[in-house]
């Protein structure tokens, strides 16, 4: 359960003691945007998966009722400021993360934040915002 930073009277509250090493995939990995930036280097040049493994990964699915969703095999796949952006975000107790890459211009916005009060989807759209708001390059 998550705690509050601060009980009623304002005291600060000890926050419950959270084993990271028992969240499997949502836990017990460290990573760093250097890690992170060769993880999509790799993906998008196909060094991890084949290119039909990764068209695959970034195609919108389709539900049982035939109703198409931006979500690919594990993937966020949409439009943002014109452009196709392929991201998907995490978090666990005091961590959020966000990947977001602009396959067109080859961009990747990377945010880590060890602070639950930060949204790290937001900020990522932030700086695209600042990114493709000064440059005008090719929209997908």
């Known amino acids: 359960p998550r705690v509050p930073a601060a009980d009623r009277t304002g005291r600060d509250k000890k926050a419950y003691f959270v084993r990271l090493s028992l969240r499997y995939s949502a836990g017990a990995l ?48 949409r439009k943002s400021y014109g452009r196709r952006v392929i991201d998907h975000g995490g978090g666990i107790n005091g961590f959020r993360s966000h990947l977001a890459h602009y396959p067109a211009s080859d961009h990747t916005i990377i945010v880590l934040a060890n602070s639950e009060t930060i949204s790290a989807s937001k900020l990522a759209g932030l700086i695209a915002e600042q990114l493709f708001e000064e440059k005008n390059g090719p929209a997908e």
Do not use: C, F
């Open 30 to 77: 460290a990573s760093t945007v250097e890690d992170l930036i060769r993880w999509q280097h790799a993906l998008s040049n196909d060094k991890l998966l084949s290119a039909d493994s990764r068209k695959l990964m970034r195609t919108p699915g389709t539900l049982n009722d035939g109703k198409r969703i931006n979500y690919g095999m594990g993937l966020m796949i």
